[in-house]
């Protein structure tokens, strides 16, 4: 059964940082694109960042410049370094993992709060 750990998520005051980790587990099909999504309350969960096999990167215009998303590839891990965080990244963060032959699958959600 698939499973997804995400942690690192907590309170933080404007301008300061943070890391999110999520940890999927092995499969015999290995991994396609990873990503980070966000949901504030009232909101529609939107786009933060995605990275594919390959490296390649994309992310929401908000966050450009201050959020840089990284993979583990042998560890199935994604990594958002978050950093210059502002009031308005204040979200519960959804590591999204996309397996090869398997679909698409969430993790539990992590609640970043910006708050002085």
Not at 36 to 61: C, F, H, M
Not at 94 to 106: E, K, S
Request: charged share 15%; glycine share 12%; hydrophobic share 35%.
């Amino acid at each position: 059964q698939v499973q997804l750990v995400e942690s690192g998520g907590g309170l933080v005051q404007p301008g300061g940082s943070l890391r999110l980790s999520c940890a999927a587990s092995k499969t015999a099909f290995g991994i396609n694109a990873m990503g980070w999504y966000r949901q504030a309350p009232g909101k529609e969960r939107d786009l933060v960042a995605t990275i594919t096999s390959g490296g390649n990167t994309n992310y929401a215009d908000s966050v450009k410049g201050r959020f840089t998303i990284s993979r583990d590839n042998a560890r199935n891990t994604v990594y958002l370094q978050m950093n210059s965080l502002k009031p308005e990244d204040t979200a519960v963060y959804y590591c999204n993992v996309i397996f090869r032959a398997m679909g698409t699958y969430w993790g539990q959600g992590t609640q970043v709060t910006v708050s002085s």
